[in-house]
């Protein structure tokens, strides 16, 4: 009995010891595997993969050069710091549309739509993402399944799907018809795999009927292949500032655009490495440095090209820019021309109060961003978020015209209603006011159909108001400035 009891008492450990082997070995493998796949959950978090991003533009449009030099920088260096820019060296600079903007988490391919490749990309992007008419229009940044269009609208959500593509793993090349053929250019790329187009019915824009239609402009037939598209030129479209807004964006057309007159950075040469495909360095710390987006070309239109953006439009404008300047002459050099009591009348403060509706909302519509109701002539909203609708950057132009319109109210006031010597100050006033505003007015109506390029009926009607009332006030004020110097 002691020694069966010896014999199972010395089996039984081993076994006990086999058991518990088995299972710090499977607890051990365990804990590697599920070691393993944190360790390569982290890696991949740690490495995002990249979101692509194809933008198009147009070397004459003043929101796509914005968009790319001031929030593009921004958007890398917030997204794995400042890019390398790669481009077909091997194509002439007047005549590349590609360029390809990239860093470790993000790739944006900036694509010429004025070019004959990048009108086509352009063409199939509008048919790909079912882009209806009215959107369209440059500057146009498409992100997964997502477009946006004009300089408020790409930074306002940009920054935000590049965040969710990079929590997703990354986004693919967009459903771009001929964009993984068109990056094969690109040198030094390597395989590009891009979404493929849905595969539902796409909703095509309706083609234009002549040059002056509201569809995206193609490269001049002397500039393009033997199956060129018919020949217009992009320009760009504009939207307000907040999403939630209700918005018709007017889109203007440019006439085709001669590639001869595209003029990139004379510095392009020397920005890129031809090794490296990444912008250089300058030598002299002195000197500014050169950003990977100066590779982009840049155009001005022409008087001519401005004008001939709408026609129609800003035929108006030079008619009433003609009026104002032949009222100006004619009120400085025939003091008389008008009768003396007629600045007097109701019709003066009626008509500045109407300016100051008018310019009421031009302020608003200036200061917010928010889309003007236009007639159907003009765009009202190129105009009052261009450049020149503030002074000195911050002041909108519609505010000053308020301002004026309240001090010729007050001065028409002071006019009837208060002593001689104050009286006659205040009709002096009235015309120093008005000819000011005129002349004021003359410059700015000059700047819509021959810089900005588009026409503002609200604009307009400032100006004839303006105008007018410089005529009622004209008697009076010079009879004023008269009996002032008769009595020193």
């Not at 051990?28 to 990249?50: H, K, N, S």
């Not at 990309?121 to 997964?144: C, D, F, K």
């Amino acid at each position: 009995m002691r020694t069966d009891a010896t014999t199972s008492f010395e089996w039984g450990i081993p076994i006990r010891q086999l058991i518990l082997g088995r299972v710090l070995r499977a607890a051990a493998l365990i804990f590697l595997v599920a070691g393993f796949q944190g360790a390569t959950g982290c890696l991949r978090t740690a490495q995002a993969q990249t979101v692509q991003a194809v933008l198009f533009f147009s070397p004459t449009c003043q929101h796509c050069h914005q968009v790319i030099t001031q929030y593009l920088p921004l958007l890398f260096q917030n997204n794995g710091g400042p890019p390398g820019v790669i481009t077909g060296e091997s194509i002439p600079q007047a005549e590349r549309s590609l360029f390809l903007f990239r860093n470790s988490r993000l790739e944006i391919l900036l694509v010429d739509a004025s070019k004959t490749l990048g009108s086509e990309l352009y063409m199939a992007s509008t048919r790909n993402q079912q882009i209806p008419r009215e959107r369209s229009g440059v500057p146009r940044l498409v992100i997964g399944d997502e477009y946006l269009v004009g300089s408020l609208e790409i930074p306002e959500r940009t920054g935000d799907l590049v965040r969710q593509g990079l929590e997703q793993g990354g986004l693919e090349w967009p459903a771009v018809d001929g964009l993984a053929d068109a990056l094969t250019s690109i040198p030094g790329l390597g395989p590009v795999v891009a979404a493929q187009p849905r595969d539902s019915a796409p909703v095509v824009a309706d083609e234009p009927e002549d040059s002056a239609a509201t569809q995206p402009d193609q490269a001049s037939a002397a500039d393009t292949a033997p199956t060129a598209a018919p020949a217009t030129a992009l320009t760009d479209s504009v939207l307000p500032s907040r999403v939630d807004t209700a918005y018709e964006p007017s889109i203007e057309v440019a006439p085709p655009v001669d590639v001869a007159e595209v003029e990139p950075d004379a510095a392009e040469e020397t920005l890129i490495d031809s090794a490296t495909h990444v912008v250089a360095e300058p030598v002299d710390s002195a000197t500014p440095v050169p950003s990977a987006f100066d590779v982009v070309p840049t155009r001005e239109l022409s008087i001519l090209e401005n004008f001939q953006l709408d026609p129609v439009g800003n035929s108006f404008s030079v008619a009433v820019l003609v009026l104002m300047i032949a009222s100006v002459t004619v009120v400085l050099l025939k003091p008389d021309a008008m009768p003396a009591t007629w600045g007097l009348g109701i019709l003066v403060p009626v008509l500045a109060l109407v300016g100051a509706g008018v310019a009421s909302y031009l302020t608003y519509i200036e200061a917010t961003g928010a889309t003007a109701v236009c007639g159907p002539v003009g765009d009202c909203n190129t105009v009052n978020q261009s450049e020149y609708a503030r002074l000195f950057g911050m002041l909108p132009v519609g505010a000053l015209g308020l301002l004026g319109y309240v001090a010729i109210a007050l001065a028409w006031i002071g006019s009837r209603y208060t002593p001689e010597p104050m009286s006659l100050w205040s009709r002096v006033s009235l015309l120093v006011m008005t000819l000011g505003g005129t002349i004021f007015s003359i410059y700015l109506t000059f700047l819509e159909p021959f810089v900005i390029g588009a026409t503002c009926a609200w604009c307009l009607t400032s100006s004839i108001i303006i105008m007018a009332i410089m005529w009622l006030v004209s008697g009076v004020g010079w009879d004023a400035l008269g009996r002032i110097r008769a009595t020193e």
